[in-house]
């Protein structure tokens, strides 16, 4: 065992050496050795989480560097054991990432909601990148992206990522702040210091965080300019000290124009990435973690008929679990496909595959236009009108059209033309009956209600 034993103290200074702080002590510092014979090292971790994050995340690192100083084909296997580390090289000192939990100060909770980490979050081709680069962000704060963008539609697990990314650093760090805020409640604590004269403490509030985690930045549009004064100068004060930001949005930072421009050219200097619509086979996988998380046996052929009807909420998907139980208890009876379908009735719906060019067809022939003269550029008020409303239905139905994509369609148009065209129609909505009467015609006919 001698030679093992051996093995193991050069393998472990040889992976400290080599992985970041972070990633030593998250995920390698509490390995330990179990067995070494015949070219096979088998290592423990404490826990069977810590078991699948090394496995899918370093394994191939460590087996490398063992081989490296072994000279030879070594095999690395990996177990479970809940016996304490021993022969730990060295202790991690304060700055570095530590398994000790950090508990935020009372007077400055995180706001984090601790079912939402990385262990719980489903990836998939739609949310891959951005699932990396969330991970990376959270083992090296202020090194790896920042400020880091993530956008996407409403509902596909922005909000997940940035509570998995605190959650994480809370985990590792040890004393290092966090905290979690959605643009609302960082404009309530905004007009709250304005009203009271504490200014001077929502500064020390926010700029004294490690990692400032801030959601649907969209809504910071429609705010004046003393806000985004304030928001420009935070996040000044935050990224000069390296201190790391994550934001969300609905949108690209390109595409949020009532944005300050000098606050959009700093997020455009970061990583955006973007979380699209996951694909069915995401889908099915989401629902058979939730099911399995709450304990709910869930057949095959009924995730299939979900995932099927709900293609473009995550959290419509989990909650058709949660409903599914319920229903299933009140009754006594297990879950099947008819319970499904008699009970979610509202779940969902037949998706219309939608294309710009079906809604110019549509738009064209309700206005007794042709599609060129819709997407053409002279200035009659009809052809005007019918294009703005074109626009508007493209931006409104196809989540997926950015506004530059959208003027691309319409001749090249500069995007800005596009914004305009959706914010006119979208508030004239709200005061014109006849113009949401053509709306919702051209909506019933393009979702095939009619």
Same mark, same amino acid.
């Given at each position: ?51 699948? =994050?090394?496995?899918?995340?370093? +394994? ?17 296997? +990996? ?38 980490? /990385?262990? !719980? /979050? ?25 400020? !880091? ?12 990522? +940035? ?41 020390? =509030? ?20 003393? /806000?985004?004064?304030? %928001? ?30 000098? /606050? ?49 909420? %995550? ?71 019918? =294009? ?6 493209? =931006? ?38 006849? +113009? ?15």
């Amino acid at each position: 065992m001698q030679d093992g034993e051996e093995l193991w103290s050069s393998l472990r200074e040889s992976l400290r050496g080599n992985a970041s702080d972070a990633i030593w002590a998250a995920g390698l510092s509490t390995l330990r050795l179990v067995d070494y014979h015949d070219d096979q090292l088998v290592i423990a971790a404490p826990n069977q989480i810590q078991l699948l =994050r090394v496995q899918q995340r370093y +394994l191939p690192f460590i087996t490398e560097q063992a081989q490296q100083i072994a000279g030879r084909d070594v095999r690395v296997s +990996l177990t479970v054991s809940d016996t304490s580390v021993t022969n730990r090289v060295e202790e991690v000192p304060d700055s570095a990432p530590s398994t000790v939990a950090f508990a935020p100060s009372v007077d400055q909770p995180a706001r984090l909601d601790p079912r939402m980490t /990385f262990d !719980l /979050f489903v990836p998939g081709p739609s949310n891959r990148l951005a699932f990396a680069a969330a991970q990376s962000v959270a083992e090296t704060p202020g090194r790896a992206y920042n400020p !880091l963008m993530i956008y996407g539609n409403s509902g596909l697990g922005k909000t997940h990522l +940035l509570h998995a990314i605190g959650n994480y650093v809370q985990e590792n760090y040890r004393g290092r702040k966090v905290l979690y805020v959605s643009t609302e409640t960082f404009l309530n604590d905004f007009i709250r210091a304005i009203q009271t004269r504490t200014q001077l403490s929502l500064h020390e =509030r926010y700029r004294e965080n490690d990692v400032l985690l801030i959601d649907d930045i969209q809504f910071m549009e429609t705010r004046g300019e003393t /806000f985004h004064e304030e %928001i420009f100068h935070t996040y000044n004060a935050l990224h000069g000290e390296g201190k790391q930001i994550v934001l969300t949005s609905d949108r690209s930072p390109r595409d949020l124009a009532g944005l300050q421009e000098r /606050f959009r050219s700093r997020l455009l200097q970061g990583l955006v990435t973007e979380i699209d619509q996951p694909d069915l086979e995401t889908r099915v996988a989401i629902l058979r973690s939730k099911a399995e998380r709450e304990g709910v046996a869930l057949p095959d052929e009924v995730a299939d008929w979900i995932a099927q009807r709900v293609r473009d909420n %995550i959290r419509e998907l989990e909650g058709s679990i949660t409903m599914l139980r319920a229903f299933a208890n009140l009754r006594q009876e297990p879950i099947t496909l008819e319970l499904a379908k008699s009970h979610l009735t509202n779940l969902g719906h037949d998706q219309v595959v939608l294309k710009p060019e079906t809604i110019l067809s549509v738009v064209a022939e309700f206005y007794g236009l042709s599609v060129d003269e819709v997407r053409g550029s002279k200035r009659l008020r009809p052809l005007v009108h019918a =294009r703005h409303v074109a626009m508007y239905l493209i =931006r409104d139905l196809l989540h997926n059209y950015s506004y530059p994509m959208i003027a691309r369609i319409f001749d090249g148009r500069n995007h800005t033309t596009v914004i305009s065209a959706v914010d006119k129609i979208s508030k004239q909505l709200t005061a014109n009956s006849e +113009l949401l009467t053509q709306i919702n015609l051209l909506k019933k006919r393009l979702l095939g209600e009619s």
